[in-house]
């Protein structure tokens, strides 16, 4: 899906690698949204001011903010929006404010990249009928842009944190996995939403029913030193450091504390990422 940057600020700086992480968003908003290559965005990146006058001219708030929407195809909410597919139609304009989300980025503690990259996911999903006018549609965007985040490796992770460094932490104490029947030493590391780390190791036994599982070991450690929700689990297995999802009984007890990023090393030792959500799409749950 082409994406046309027309950046009509001088307040920062717009850069090649800016414009390439960009294109990576619309692409993978495009291939999760299962919109036609067809189709194309407009990005339209602005100062304050500018943002300001757009706010009291088409919201008559007087008033900037950090980004836009302008659809120009019908859509109901949650659907795919009505595109002409011919070449060249167009789904509409998206308008960020770098100068706010230069601020935001500060504030939030990530760099000016992904947040950028957070608020063309929001934009787009407004071109494509999403909103968040009340709890659950608001529930329903808030899920959709962080898939689109993580697609693109960029999930909401503290500084400091990063999917490199939760994988060489589950690394670490994979080292440490008691594996002598399967001979498959498994790692985790598991960030809660306090920042603190926890890992994890699987544990076997002769009696096979009582092996524990690395992801199981970590979630317990975090349990018990009284965390109960999590950013991100980093999972790391085999004697060459391989890429294995959580089984599904990890998935299934993961669960029970939400949805979070899992992480696993990619045949080129880029993180893979998922939503727990993806994992397990029906889990069992009961109404708490």
Request: negative net charge.
């Amino acid at each position: 899906m082409p994406l046309f940057v027309n950046n009509r600020q001088d307040k920062v700086e717009v850069t090649g690698a800016l414009r390439g992480w960009l294109e990576e968003v619309v692409a993978a908003a495009a291939r999760l949204e299962g919109l036609a290559p067809e189709v194309e965005v407009s990005l339209a990146l602005v100062d304050d001011g500018e943002m300001r006058e757009l706010n009291r001219t088409y919201r008559g708030v007087d008033a900037s903010t950090d980004v836009l929407s302008f659809a120009m195809q019908e859509a109901t909410a949650g659907e795919p929006p009505v595109i002409d597919a011919r070449e060249g139609a167009l789904l509409g304009d998206v308008v960020i404010s770098l100068e706010t989300a230069a601020r935001q980025a500060e504030e939030y503690d990530h760099s000016l990249e992904r947040e950028v990259g957070f608020l063309l996911a929001h934009g787009l999903l407004h071109l494509l009928g999403y909103d968040h006018e009340g709890p659950a549609p608001a529930e329903v965007m808030q899920k959709k842009q962080e898939e689109i985040m993580v697609a693109v490796g960029r999930p909401r992770l503290p500084r400091g944190m990063e999917p490199g460094r939760l994988l060489a932490l589950a690394a670490q104490v994979q080292a440490r996995a008691y594996a002598p029947y399967s001979g498959f030493p498994v790692g985790a590391a598991l960030l809660g939403i306090s920042g603190a780390v926890y890992t994890g190791c699987n544990v076997e036994n002769t009696a096979y029913g009582l092996s524990l599982c690395a992801e199981r070991a970590a979630a317990v450690q975090a349990v018990a030193a009284g965390e109960r929700s999590f950013l991100a689990l980093a999972v790391v297995a085999g004697a060459g450091n391989e890429g294995c999802w959580p089984c599904g009984a990890c998935r299934q007890f993961l669960w029970e504390f939400g949805d979070m990023v899992v992480m696993v090393p990619g045949p080129d030792r880029k993180p893979q990422m998922r939503l727990l959500s993806q994992l397990l799409p029906e889990p069992f749950a009961i109404q708490k």
